[in-house]
């Protein structure tokens, strides 16, 4: 499908060892390690990767009702006081979706927004929030960008990440990954593909960062744990970020047009 014709223009999210996934348009969404097919490789957005299964319907779980001790123990987000509550963190994006799967906020994830932490906000105020869930936690900010969930193990260990690089909420040249680090992550950076290296900037145990597209990437995180121990865990940024042509909703609705397929 070409996607001057999709409403709501495309979407491309890939999530390191997340539970949620979101399919929309003809750009696929992936969970690393999962059975969802991976996005296409080609720079090409036309070409969309063939028969990518739609997301399975999940039955409803209840809420949970408290957050979960191993997780309040390795998170501080969650020892402190109550901060803003997310009641007005907008629902994720599934009115111009083709095919949404289960995000934050969906009945199968049993993530309470009324337990939620503010983790950080960005300088242009973008808020980032900490959901507890039946299987762990959700992230969700308030531009709808970073919508995801990993479990209790996955958040723990540092392997909780995701990166966006084709969405309405992102400037087309934009590359942008968030996740969490537990406590006692000392020294967090990002390996860059360019093979430098830079501070990553954690707070409330979460992390949001964006990158130009044609500049270096992230292409993993590495922290050192209290005892010491070096740690790593890949940002799961796609390999042709550098060159995915995306055409934002905002850029369709000017009558942005995408390059012909070779």
């Known amino acids: 499908m070409n996607a001057s014709n999709q409403p709501g223009g495309q979407r491309r999210k890939l999530i390191g060892g997340g539970i949620a996934l ?3 348009g003809a750009i696929a969404t992936a969970v690393v390690g999962g059975s969802i097919n991976p996005a296409p490789s080609s720079g090409d957005t036309q070409r ?6 739609s997301p399975a319907a ?4 209840p809420k949970v009702a408290s957050v979960d001790s191993t997780l309040r123990d390795g998170l501080s987000v969650f020892r402190r006081q109550a901060a803003p509550t997310v009641d007005r963190l907008p629902a994720p994006p599934t009115a111009t979706d083709a095919k949404p799967g289960p995000g934050p906020f969906a009945a199968s994830t049993g993530a309470n927004p009324s337990l939620g932490r503010r983790a950080l906000v960005t300088p242009s ?7 507890p869930s039946q299987k762990g936690l959700c992230l969700a900010d308030t531009t709808g960008s970073q919508q995801f969930c990993a479990t209790t193990s996955q958040v723990l260990s540092g392997n909780a990440t995701a990166s966006t ?11 942008e990954i968030s996740g969490v680090l ?4 000392k020294n967090p950076t990002l390996s860059l593909t360019d093979g430098t290296h830079q501070p990553l900037d954690v707070k409330g ?5 964006r990158f130009q597209r044609t500049n270096a990437l992230p292409g993993s995180i590495e922290w050192d744990e209290a005892s010491g121990r070096h740690k790593s865990a890949p940002t799961v ?4 970020a550098s060159t995915f042509k995306c055409h934002a909703a905002e850029a369709l609705a000017q009558g942005a047009k995408k390059p012909a397929s070779p």
């Open 165 to 175: 690089d084709c969405s309405p909420s992102l400037p087309d040249n934009a590359v």
């Open 22 to 24: 979101v399919t929309a």
């Open 205 to 209: 145990n979460a992390y949001l960062v």
């Open 48 to 53: 969309a990767a063939p028969n990518v299964p």
């Open 58 to 61: 999940q039955p409803a779980v």
């Open 182 to 185: 537990p406590d006692g992550s």
């Open 125 to 131: 105020g973008n808020a980032v929030y900490l959901i």
């Open 237 to 240: 940024v796609p390999d042709n």
